[in-house]
């Protein structure tokens, strides 16, 4: 290996199929694992909207702590906690289950957001016309409170896909993963490889994001 | 003294805690520097000024905390620049958490009313004297709110520093971990580590937001 040369064009190219062939795992990630956060936030938005007061704070705490750790430990409490008891996940499973509990708080908070946004009248017409609150929750409530919000759990959605790199810390081999682990420190040349990653992450983002702020607009538009 | 589990693990833990304080108020430090350099930055008349500054907003939003710090601890040795794992970790946390900071500062500043700035012309105010007497004072009060959730978005990822072999909090519950095998116990403190940080940050943030906006009936208070 020659020190000399900062970045080798011909070894970029080399490591690039099997980097796109992680970002597979990453993309699988992201969306199972905003797949769990849309029904947890849900059940975390509804729990945090209880009558029942013990119920309703037990859910504003479980949100604040999820937010105000680190997913990272998190990850580590479910892979290495849970098998003491009996439970075990493969690390992919666990990843995607931590990923997932992580987003449902904040998106429990998105639509908590969208179900306050809708106007008061909705719920009175409801009890006006007899339905049930369960009723009332699910068919008009809902409907109405989730499409405003769109563009923030978009935004979750591309923040979580940015966190998918933690996955790697337990040994899901993922994007980072397989630029450090497999592919850098067997060749010890990481400058292509952890670049590379950066781009594809970037690249990601930056369209995703474009795409998020379209759907903005278009939700402007309709209101 | 010996302490009855599991609070003899907290001694060792809090050897950690206070690399992780360091960490988190250094790159507090250097992310709000960088939050209204790059926020004003992009307010700027002068093109390049504002390219720069959205350049680096882009780059450190667009892509993951962990993968930057991976390449500035992997890739800055290759030029030379000899790298210890705590100035790193402060330069990426600042960094990451400065991107994200300056579109609040810019938000912030973009939100006082126009009439303000409109006042500060007429009445002769230089730019320079309208951006700093004028505007920044009054955004700096809904700055809070959301600088609150980066901040205690910086704190929670100093973990990832552990994965860089800083002996902070997270990389001190590992060695421990292998060392004693209780596992839950460790994490379970750990976890309510970090979160006895985040609400202190949260506390003194709704604190500083509550006195700042004393006497004022602007600024996004509710």
């Known amino acids: ?223 | 003294m010996a302490l009855s589990p599991p609070f003899d693990l907290v001694p060792p833990l809090y050897q950690g805690l206070l690399i992780t304080l360091q960490l988190t108020a250094g790159g507090i430090v250097l992310a709000t520097a960088l939050a209204f350099l790059a926020g004003l930055g992009k307010l700027s008349h002068h093109r390049p000024v504002r390219w720069l500054s959205a350049t680096y907003v882009e780059i450190f939003r667009g892509t993951s905390a962990l993968v930057q710090l991976f390449w500035f601890y992997f890739v800055l040795p290759h030029f030379g620049v000899h790298v210890e794992a705590m100035p790193v970790g402060i330069l990426v946390l600042g960094l990451n958490a400065g991107a994200y900071g300056a579109e609040v500062v810019r938000g912030s500043v973009n939100a006082v009313a126009k009439g303000q700035r409109e006042a500060a012309v007429s009445l002769g105010f230089s730019p320079r004297q309208t951006l700093w007497r004028i505007l920044v004072p009054q955004a700096v009060v809904s700055m809070l709110p959301p600088m609150s959730n980066i901040y205690i978005e910086l704190l929670k990822n100093s973990a990832l520093v552990s994965l860089v072999t800083l002996s902070e909090l997270t990389f001190t519950a590992m060695t421990l971990r292998a060392d004693t095998l209780r596992t839950g116990a460790i994490f379970s403190i750990v976890l309510l580590m970090y979160f006895g940080c985040s609400q202190v940050i949260s506390l003194g943030m709704r604190g500083l937001e509550a006195r700042l906006s004393r006497g004022r009936d602007l600024g996004g208070i509710r």
């Open chain 1, 1 to 223: 290996m020659d020190g000399e040369t900062l970045w080798d064009w011909g070894y970029a190219l080399e490591v690039l199929p099997q980097l796109l062939q992680a970002m597979r795992i990453t993309l699988m990630a992201t969306v199972c694992g905003m797949g769990l956060a849309l029904v947890g936030g849900l059940f975390l938005a509804i729990l945090r909207r209880s009558r029942i007061p013990a119920l309703s704070r037990a859910g504003f705490w479980i949100i604040e702590f999820i937010r105000g750790t680190p997913l990272l430990i998190q990850l580590y409490f479910y892979f290495y906690v849970l098998p003491d008891f009996g439970i075990r996940f493969s690390p992919f499973a666990t990843g995607l289950f931590g990923l997932g509990l992580h987003y449902s708080a904040y998106m429990a908070e998105v639509y908590r957001a969208g179900i306050d946004s809708v106007p008061k009248g909705q719920w009175e017409a409801a009890v006006a016309l007899n339905f049930s609150r369960r009723r009332t929750f699910f068919t008009l409530i809902l409907p109405q409170a989730v499409p405003p919000v769109i563009p923030a759990a978009g935004n979750y959605l591309v923040a979580m896909f940015k966190d998918t790199p933690l996955l790697s810390a337990i040994t899901v081999a993922e994007l980072l993963y397989t630029a450090k682990d497999d592919i850098g420190s067997q060749t010890f040349r990481y400058i292509e490889p952890m670049t590379l990653v950066g781009v594809l992450f970037l690249a990601v983002s930056l369209i995703s994001a474009r795409g998020i702020r379209g759907l903005e607009r278009k939700m402007e538009l309709k209101t």
